[in-house]
């Protein structure tokens, strides 16, 4: 159902217009209706302008980028928990698969044969073509794993994307030679893709629950952006952070009683 009304009409025919409009409805019948709009000239009224009028009933509101991008991660985070719901996982407690080497890499850094691990989530490129149901892989895999001293560790923060690190950190304290196994969640700042981070950090604390049910003991966990963040006195202060002794506070006298007169010898 089209109604016209001309742009300039005085306000006698628009009212006009719009009680014969409704009486007009009403007896051809209300329940018929399917479409109803308004136009004002005379293009509107063709089928391209029905068209028109259709894709933009069906058009979303406007959105800002920061809303759109919102939007758009909350839709794939929905997509991958239901996915995550249907894989076998490889790992106790842990939803995602992982490769037969990163497994096997994680049972020598548990048994001591090496001290770091670096962990990848493979995920599609971004430039792929595939339908969203295949946009992520969903594997954890081995990106590397080696030997390193607490002066080597910065190095392997890569700058380009996010990784996941163990690393069994050797120091003294308070005169004691300890192991303590550390865990890094790394990302380069925002520059890294909204997916990409938004996959990361949904899997952090489901990767971190399969190392404990493995045995593997976390000393102190952190999200850093660079390398720099992880030199050996932060390393260590993650550890044994420092203690803070909380200063005394300055307590006022109490006012003298005011009570009966006192002797004074």
């Given amino acids: 159902f089209n109604h016209t009304f001309e742009g300039g009409s005085s306000g006698i025919n628009a009212e006009y217009g719009a009680a014969t409009r409704a009486n007009l409805k009403r007896i051809f019948g209300d329940n018929r209706i399917t479409t109803e709009y308004l136009g004002t000239v005379v293009e509107e009224m063709s089928l391209q302008g029905y068209r028109n009028h259709t894709l933009s009933l069906n058009a979303g509101a406007p959105m800002t980028s920061a809303e759109k991008e919102l939007e758009e991660v909350s839709r794939n985070e929905a997509m ?18 992982v490769t037969q080497e990163l497994q096997s890499s994680l049972e020598k850094f548990k048994k001591g044969f ?10 599609a490129d971004s430039s792929s073509t595939s339908p ?20 080597e560790f910065p190095s392997k923060i890569p700058d380009d994307e996010p990784r996941y ?30 997916k990409q981070r938004m996959m990361y ?5 489901s990767f ?47 006012a003298p009683s005011k009570g009966g007169r006192r002797l004074i010898r």
Wanted: with cysteine; net charge negative; hydrophobic share 35%.
């Fill in 80 to 97: 991958m928990r239901s996915q995550m719901e249907g894989n076998s996982s490889t790992l106790p407690g842990l939803s995602l698969p």
């Fill in 114 to 123: 090496i001290n770091y691990v670096q962990v990848k989530l493979d995920t």
């Fill in 132 to 151: 969203p149901s295949r946009l992520y892989k969903e594997e954890l895999k081995l990106w590397d794993c080696s030997n390193i001293t607490a002066e």
């Fill in 165 to 194: 690190h163990l690393f069994n950190f050797n120091h003294t304290f308070e005169g004691e030679q300890m192991w303590s196994v550390v865990f890094i969640y790394s990302c380069p700042g925002y520059n890294v893709p909204v």
């Fill in 201 to 205: 950090s949904s899997t952090k604390a």
């Fill in 208 to 254: 971190l629950e399969g190392l404990v049910q493995m045995g593997i003991v976390i000393a102190a966990k952190r999200e850093v952006s660079e390398g720099e963040e992880v030199k050996e006195n932060d390393v260590f202060d993650m550890v044994h952070p420092a203690k803070h002794v909380s200063r005394q506070n300055f307590v006022k006298p109490k």
